[in-house]
Nanobody
Framework: QVHLVESGGGLVQPGGSLRLSCAAS????????MGWFRRAPGKEQEFIAAITWSGDITYYANSVKGRFTISRDNAKNTVYLQMNSLKPEDTAVYSC??????????????????WGQGTQVTVSL
């Protein structure tokens, strides 16, 4: 497991942008597959995006494709989620997740064994 800490959440107007960061501990971050999930009030947890350990393959939920971008900087042990054109329905607690090596079922929360505490994103006027 790795220790994960998210930051960058906040209040933003519709159409605005935010960048979330997820800092990981440990010297083996470069071997960790990372994902972002969110949970809106009254709804189930939803997969948002994932990136392989090498950073060469990314995955996105249809609801955010074209608006959100996941990236990573292994030298900084950090994964990012750039969120553009935000909508009120993007309001949720966003959490990063990780697991070393190849992850089977990369869009499934059960595939990850390390989770951050979450950061609130609110999109509202």
């Amino acid at each position: 497991q790795v220790h994960l800490v998210e930051s960058g959440g906040g209040l933003v107007q519709p159409g605005g942008s935010l960048r979330l960061s997820c800092a990981a501990s440990g010297r083996t971050f470069s071997s960790v597959t990372m994902g972002w999930f969110r949970r809106a009030p009254g709804k189930e947890q939803e997969f948002i995006a994932a990136i392989t350990w090498s950073g060469d393959i990314t995955y996105y939920a249809n609801s955010v494709k074209g608006r959100f971008t996941i990236s990573r900087d292994n030298a900084k042990n950090t994964v990012y989620l750039q969120m553009n054109s935000l909508k009120p329905e993007d309001t949720a607690v966003y959490s990063c997740a990780g697991r070393r090596g190849v992850v089977v079922g990369i869009a499934s929360s059960g595939a990850y064994d390390s989770w951050g505490q979450g950061t609130q994103v609110t999109v509202s006027l």
